[in-house]
């Protein structure tokens, strides 16, 4: 694709955003995450020069590469992939606009103290493993609100935003609406929570009908 071209795919994708965005109201605002976990940096300029500002990885290693090979640009860096222990501290090297993965209590009790030692606060997003599935991260959505106030209290350096859900890993619709009606019910519950993130490539109209106002796009945005 030429650059033009390219342009317009993804004023198309933007398109579909705002006509799902305003079936939920003329107010609901959403904002694209670009994953770009299977893409280059050259890629990510690419995008970066059609407007797109905000860019997520899941891997702490790629997510340095990457902010250090696109450094002069003033681009918005998110943390989306599961975090071990110990690459905290490689993480908070980085210093991301968000991270949204916080999937437990002991992974945030861990964070709080690595973030006392740097003099550091992180905004991050609770990860709920709405759909229950073994292969996904995040707290149930059972114990999600009280392990989110729990966080909040224990945890001053860490500013919980809100949650993180990916959907139901499904062909059937119902049960993907499901997960996302579960998940935007939590975040409505939380105190202060202002971000909703959920919808990837393959359902994030259906997320967006639910309640979400962040989208987390990877092989759409880059047209893999
Ligand atoms: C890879 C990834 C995405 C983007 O997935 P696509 O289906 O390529 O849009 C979104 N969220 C998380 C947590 C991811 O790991």
């Not at 299977?38 to 990510?44: A, D, K, V």
């Not at 990837?200 to 979400?212: P, R, T, W």
Request: glycine content about 4%; hydrophobic content about 40%.
């Amino acid at each position: 694709m030429t650059q033009t071209e390219y342009k317009i795919y993804i004023d198309d994708i933007i398109r579909r955003v705002e006509s799902a965005r305003l079936k939920v109201s003329a107010h609901h605002i959403v904002k694209i995450v670009a994953i770009s976990k299977y893409s280059t940096s050259q890629e990510i300029e690419v995008l970066y020069k059609i407007g797109q500002r905000a860019f997520g990885e899941n891997k702490v290693q790629d997510l340095k590469a990457k902010t250090q090979e696109l450094e002069e640009f003033p681009l918005e860096w998110h943390f989306v992939g599961n975090l071990q222990k110990n690459k905290i501290n490689n993480l908070l090297d980085i210093d991301p606009t968000l991270f949204q993965a916080l999937d437990s209590l002991e992974l945030a009790h861990e964070l709080q103290k690595k973030l006392v030692a740097k003099e550091m606060s992180l905004d991050c997003l609770l990860q709920i493993n709405s759909a229950k599935e073994e292969s996904k991260h995040g707290v149930m959505p059972e114990v999600a609100k009280e392990i989110y106030e729990q966080i909040s209290q224990e945890c001053p350096n860490i500013n919980l935003k809100g949650v993180m859900s990916i959907g139901a890993h499904s062909e059937d619709k119902t049960l993907v609406r499901k997960s996302f009606e579960l998940t935007h019910s939590i975040y409505k519950e939380l105190k202060g929570a202002t971000i909703c993130s959920m919808g990837m490539s393959g359902d994030f109209e259906l997320a967006i009908e639910c309640g979400s106002n962040m989208v987390r796009l990877g092989s759409l945005m880059f047209n893999k």
